[in-house]
Nanobody, 112 residues
Framework: VQLVESGGGLVQPGGSLRLSCAASGFTFSSYIMRWYRQAPGKERELVAAIASTSGTTHYADSVKGRFTISRDNAKNTVYLQMNSLKFEDTAVYYC??????WGQGTQVTVSA
């Protein structure tokens, strides 16, 4: 199983980033996919989740209306579109399929 996150970087407050997570080694279309984040000194927290095929999504209150999770089952990839970024969105972002481990994460830094 491999989960490879990409797309992080340094962005100013109010800016946007699109994260990608390329998955392999399991039946991607059968799994709910989730994005988590972990800020320095804080616990890892769930940011967003998307159902395997229905497209049903769930968001943490802190990102509702700003972030959008999506997936392409043909490409085994899950995305996180992040708009109106705030300082407090700074964290390492990870994608996850339940029970299948974690990728290396991608750093998102929101700074002026």
């Amino acid at each position: 199983v491999q989960l490879v996150e990409s797309g992080g970087g340094l962005v100013q407050p109010g800016g946007s980033l699109r994260l990608s997570c390329a998955a392999s080694g399991f039946t991607f279309s059968s799994y709910i996919m989730r994005w988590y984040r972990q800020a320095p000194g804080k616990e890892r927290e769930l940011v967003a989740a998307i159902a395997s095929t229905s497209g049903t999504t769930h968001y943490a209150d802190s990102v509702k209306g700003r972030f959008t999770i999506s997936r392409d089952n043909a490409k085994n990839t899950v995305y996180l579109q992040m708009n109106s970024l705030k300082f407090e969105d700074t964290a390492v972002y990870y994608c996850n399929a339940l029970g299948l481990g974690w990728g290396q994460g991608t750093q998102v830094t929101v700074s002026a």
